[in-house]
């Protein structure tokens, strides 16, 4: 399967624990996009990066959240001391371009007990 | 502050009928539309897009238009199939920024 590869597809959390989530672009892609998906809401744009680079991290809590792509493996979208409203849908998406179709993974989606 | 807005939060429509589902902007810097199409338990895969240089696109079945002037775009589905049967979401962008900004989506139902 050459498309977007995003794990854990499922993960569970108690408050103040740390989630970890990783997403492999589509072969080819080197710009990747992070998405939030609230329950009953959009997609919300949260980050943007290149790889070893954050172009556009506007969308991210400024506090708790971080992500990275780094020159070798997955980017990774890191949540620190996990709240119940961190609980959403987060899809990765990567494009060969700056602009136009993203492309999409299954997602993962957290849950903070 | 809602930039896309899609108001009708579902559709239902008859197998073989037309799909009429509407997007409303507010942000008159966008210049590129698009359109997603999300199933459950999977994440969005691209549909249908437009430049704000055209007015409409056709693609098979799926046919866009955009109203630049009232800040709409709507997503034609013609003859509309029970699998069409997910949620839709508009997303609209700036040239120059990287970030798709999404309405809320329109769950479509296609009844057999």
């Known amino acids: 399967n050459a498309g977007v590869m995003q794990n854990p597809r499922h993960l569970v959390r108690r408050r103040g624990q740390e989630a970890r989530l990783r997403c492999s672009p589509m072969k080819g892609h080197s710009h990747v996009y992070w998405y939030r998906q609230l329950p009953e809401e959009g997609l919300k744009f949260m980050v943007y990066?290149?790889?070893?680079?954050?172009?556009?991290e506007s969308g991210m809590p400024k506090e708790r959240f971080s992500a990275e792509f780094p020159k070798e493996g997955p980017s990774i979208l890191r949540i620190q001391q996990v709240v119940r409203g961190d609980s959403a849908a987060y899809f990765c998406a990567s494009s060969p371009l700056m602009t136009g179709e993203l492309f999409f993974g299954e997602g993962s989606r957290l849950t903070v007990l | 502050d809602q930039q896309v807005k899609q108001n009708s939060p579902s559709l239902s429509v008859q197998e073989g009928r037309i799909s009429i589902l509407n997007c409303d902007y507010t942000n008159s810097m966008f210049d590129y539309f698009l359109w997603y199409k999300k199933y459950p338990a999977e994440g969005p895969t691209f549909l249908i897009s437009?430049?704000?240089?055209?007015d409409k696109n056709e693609d098979g079945r799926f046919t866009v238009f955009l109203n630049k002037s009232a800040k709409h775009l709507s997503l034609h589905i013609v003859p509309s199939q029970p699998g069409d049967s997910a949620v839709y979401f508009c997303a609209a962008e700036r040239g120059g920024s990287e970030k798709l900004v999404f309405g809320k989506g329109t769950k479509l139902t296609v009844n057999p």
């Open positions: 990066l290149q790889k070893e680079n954050i172009i556009d």
């Open positions: 437009i430049s704000s240089i055209k």
